[in-house]
């Protein structure tokens, strides 16, 4: 099932059109065979009371579609990036050897960040990215700066997520806009800190985006990530030879979908929605 907004969550125009959160180029290179699929959304609760809701979709989730971006996004600068990054992309799913240059890096990260800002909006409640690093992709056609983002190569064997999401409101005084802006209009706290798992066979993307530096880049809270990842956003490196030498297991992958999230829970600053 389509999730459905009037205004293009990029530009603010409409109508929208549906988009695919797993391009549609993809399905030459991936298998969409799954005749239906789970998900489960939990809630943590200020008393540490966990709701979860687990539903039963039909069909491959790397089919489905959401009807958030205009049709002038979707066929024009969203496309525009979509055939850049399949060059680099495909070669990254298939484990084969690419020269990661610094030109490469900036836009698969342009594309990661597209991915997940769109993907977040399955479940709008919890969608954290702003609407300023939303326009930020739209008219820059770079990742926000207030996101950070890895990648690695993972062997598959039995890990069965595609996609893992977790968001929460982190609230610190100074930084707090009118209580308008703070919570949705049924009253639930609005969320501004996410991070993101996504894969694409064996490209492993983590995605994490924060609207505070001090929160972003504090080390002891990303230091969580596994060493086998390599940040491409903002980039360190010139180059990355890829694959690396050490790939992801199915632990490892688990480990760091909950990495960053567990981080920030520990270090007292987020407060669960």
């Given at each position: 099932?389509?999730?459905?907004?009037?205004?293009?969550?990029?530009?603010?125009?409409?109508?929208?059109?549906?988009?695919?959160?797993?391009?549609?180029?993809?399905?030459?290179?991936?298998?969409?065979?799954?005749?239906?699929?789970?998900?489960?959304?939990?809630?943590?609760?200020?008393?540490?009371?966990?709701?979860?809701?687990?539903?039963?979709?039909?069909?491959?989730?790397?089919?489905?579609?959401?009807?958030?971006?205009?049709?002038?996004?979707?066929?024009?600068?969203?496309?525009?990036?979509?055939?850049?990054?399949?060059?680099?992309?495909?070669?990254?799913?298939?484990?084969?050897?690419?020269?990661?240059?610094?030109?490469?890096?900036?836009?698969?990260?342009?594309?990661?960040?597209?991915?997940?800002?769109?993907?977040?909006?399955?479940?709008?409640?919890?969608?954290a990215v702003s609407v300023t690093a939303r326009r930020w992709l739209y008219q820059t056609h770079?990742?926000?700066?207030?996101?950070?983002?890895?990648?690695?190569?993972?062997?598959?064997?039995?890990?069965?997520?595609?996609?893992?999401?977790?968001?929460?409101?982190?609230?610190?005084?100074?930084?707090?806009?009118?209580?308008?802006?703070?919570?949705?209009?049924?009253?639930?706290?609005?969320?501004?800190?996410?991070?993101?798992?996504?894969?694409?066979?064996?490209?492993?993307?983590?995605?994490?985006?924060?609207?505070?530096?001090?929160?972003?880049?504090?080390?002891?809270?990303?230091?969580?990530?596994?060493?086998?990842?390599?940040?491409?956003?903002?980039?360190?490196?010139?180059?990355?030879?890829?694959?690396?030498a050490d790939t992801l297991s199915d632990r490892s992958a688990d480990n760091l979908a909950g990495?960053?999230?567990?981080?920030?829970?520990?270090?007292?600053?987020?407060?669960?929605?």
């Open positions: 099932m389509a999730r459905t907004s009037k205004y293009c969550i990029f530009c603010g125009g409409e109508p929208t059109t549906k988009e695919h959160i797993w391009a549609d180029w993809l399905a030459q290179f991936i298998a969409k065979s799954m005749s239906n699929h789970n998900s489960t959304t939990a809630i943590l609760n200020p008393d540490r009371s966990i709701d979860k809701v687990a539903k039963r979709w039909g069909g491959d989730p790397r089919s489905r579609r959401l009807q958030i971006v205009c049709g002038p996004c979707n066929h024009h600068w969203m496309s525009d990036l979509q055939s850049a990054a399949k060059p680099i992309i495909i070669p990254l799913i298939a484990g084969k050897s690419i020269n990661l240059t610094l030109e490469n890096q900036k836009i698969l990260a342009a594309w990661a960040a597209m991915s997940v800002i769109c993907a977040e909006y399955f479940y709008p409640k919890s969608a770079t990742a926000p700066n207030d996101f950070r983002i890895w990648i690695g190569d993972f062997d598959r064997k039995e890990w069965v997520p595609h996609w893992g999401h977790s968001s929460v409101r982190i609230s610190l005084s100074e930084y707090e806009r009118p209580q308008g802006w703070t919570v949705h209009p049924d009253g639930t706290p609005r969320v501004n800190t996410q991070t993101t798992v996504f894969v694409v066979e064996r490209l492993f993307i983590l995605a994490y985006s924060c609207p505070f530096p001090e929160i972003l880049h504090n080390e002891k809270i990303v230091e969580a990530v596994d060493s086998r990842l390599s940040q491409i956003w903002p980039p360190r490196h010139s180059f990355l030879l890829w694959p690396p990495s960053i999230f567990s981080r920030l829970d520990e270090a007292g600053t987020a407060f669960g929605v």
